[in-house]
């Protein structure tokens, strides 16, 4: 099946920083989700993004399908930002990746 | 309306306890999706339903039952579960199998 990789595993950044997170994966696919996971456990969807640029705020992702990535940037992170951020990518079914654990420090 | 409601939040079971896990949502979608996610791990999909029909079993013990009873429900029965099925239990929902999933808060189950 699809091979979703994430980096970094683990982030850790001062607050006011930015950043980078990087989802890599082995086949093309009809779309991609990105999720935040906060310590109670709720998956929030950031972007649904098969292709191209979008913003959300703080918040952007990039999808390039052609070389199977997508990044997501946070600007001007805050302690809420903190969390796991996945990418999860969908043909019929949704695959995700192992994650990228951030945690923003005061 | 985009809520996925999942009840229980959380749920501690004998092994030798029947229980069931519930999850609806009012947004018309018509698939509907059961995810077990261990710690530190991403969620890993169980069941997929389409217009109420079961389309996957992701190779899942028995002692889990899917039931669907119309296109806003979904449960998941529990029974005989083993101490390593202690989990958090997520569900979602998408408009056609393949769009955006929506996920519930999850239902965090211990077994002992």
């Known amino acids: 099946g699809i091979q979703v990789e994430q980096s970094p595993p683990d982030l850790i950044l001062q607050e006011g920083a930015n950043s980078t997170l990087r989802c890599n994966f082995s086949?093309?696919?009809?779309?991609l989700q990105w999720f935040h996971q906060n310590p109670w456990g709720q998956l929030i969807n950031l972007f649904y993004i098969p292709s191209g640029t979008k913003q959300n705020g703080r918040l952007s992702a990039t999808t390039v399908a052609t070389e199977r990535y997508s990044l997501l940037y946070i600007s001007s992170s805050q302690t809420t930002d903190s969390g796991v951020y996945f990418c999860?990518?969908?043909?019929?079914?949704?695959?995700f990746g192992a994650g990228t654990r951030l945690t923003v420090k005061p | 309306d985009t809520e996925v409601t999942q009840t229980p939040k959380h749920l501690v079971m004998g092994m030798t306890n029947k229980k069931s896990l519930k999850c609806e949502q009012h947004m018309g979608h018509r698939a509907m999706y059961w995810y077990k996610q261990k710690a530190k791990k991403p969620p890993e999909l169980m069941f997929v339903?389409?217009?109420?029909?079961?389309?996957i079993n992701e190779s899942v013990p028995s002692r889990f039952s899917p039931e669907c009873p119309n296109s806003s429900l979904l449960n998941l029965h529990l029974h005989a579960l083993q101490p390593e099925d202690s989990a958090l239990y997520l569900c979602?929902?998408?408009?056609?199998?393949?769009?955006?999933?929506?996920f519930g808060p999850g239902t965090r189950l211990t077994v002992l």
């Open positions: 339903y389409s217009y109420e029909k079961l389309s």
């Open positions: 086949d093309s696919v009809n779309n």
């Open positions: 999860a990518v969908l043909n019929n079914d949704m695959r």
């Open positions: 979602a929902s998408s408009h056609p199998r393949g769009d955006t999933q929506y």
